[in-house]
C-alpha cells in the first residue's frame, strides 16, 4: 500500500531523511514517533508529494508518486497540524469547499456534510462562522473536510 525506497531529503546541511525505506501493507496502521527534527513531517510531507525527495522513490496504492501526483492526492487524506479552514466561513461552508476541491458530486457531498456534522454533534453550528468555534471543533470539522472523498488512505 506505502512503500518508500531509500527515500533522502535535505534542507541546506540538514540531512531530514537518510535513505528511509519502509513498507506499510494495507489495512495496517502506521504512526511516527520521534523527537523534533527525526523527520516525520518531512516524511508524511513527501508521502502527499508537498515535498519531493532528493532521492529515492515513494509508490501509494502500487503507483509511482513521481509519476502521477493527481491520481495519488485524490487516495489520501490528510489532516493537518495546523487547522487548515477559512475562519470567515461556515463549517458547511468550509465543508463544501474542500468537497468541491477534490470533485465529490454535489448531493453526495451533501449528504455526506450532513452525515459528518451530525456524527461530529456539530450539525447545529453548521451555519456558524469557524473562527466561533473552538479549538476542538474545528479539528473535528478539519478531519472532516480530510475524509469527504473517501480516501483510501
Same mark, same amino acid.
Given at each position: 500500500m506505502i512503500r518508500l525506497n531509500n527515500v533522502s531529503k535535505s534542507f541546506g546541511e540538514i540531512d531530514a531523511l537518510n535513505n528511509v525505506s519502509l513498507e506499510v501493507p494495507e489495512g495496517q496502521l502506521l504512526g511516527f514517533l520521534g523527537p523534533n527534527g527525526a523527520g516525520k513531517s518531512t516524511t508524511l510531507n513527501i508521502l502527499t508529494s508537498l515535498q519531493k525527495p532528493d532521492n529515492g522513490e515513494v509508490y @501509494?496504492?502500487? @503507483?509511482?508518486?513521481?509519476?502521477?501526483?493527481a491520481l495519488i492526492k485524490r487516495k489520501i487524506g490528510l489532516v493537518?497540524?495546523? @487547522?487548515?479552514?477559512?475562519e470567515e466561513l461556515s463549517a458547511w461552508d468550509n465543508l463544501m469547499f474542500w468537497g468541491q476541491l477534490y470533485g465529490v458530486p454535489g448531493s453526495e457531498l451533501k449528504r455526506k456534510i450532513q452525515y459528518g456534522l451530525e456524527m461530529t454533534e456539530l450539525w447545529k453550528r453548521r451555519k456558524d462562522p469557524i473562527k466561533t468555534f473552538s479549538g476542538g471543533m474545528q479539528r473535528r470539522v478539519n478531519i472532516l473536510a480530510s475524509i469527504l472523498h473517501d480516501p483510501k488512505i
Open positions: @501509494i496504492d502500487g @503507483i509511482n508518486l513521481e509519476q502521477n501526483r493537518p497540524q495546523e @487547522i487548515s479552514l477559512y
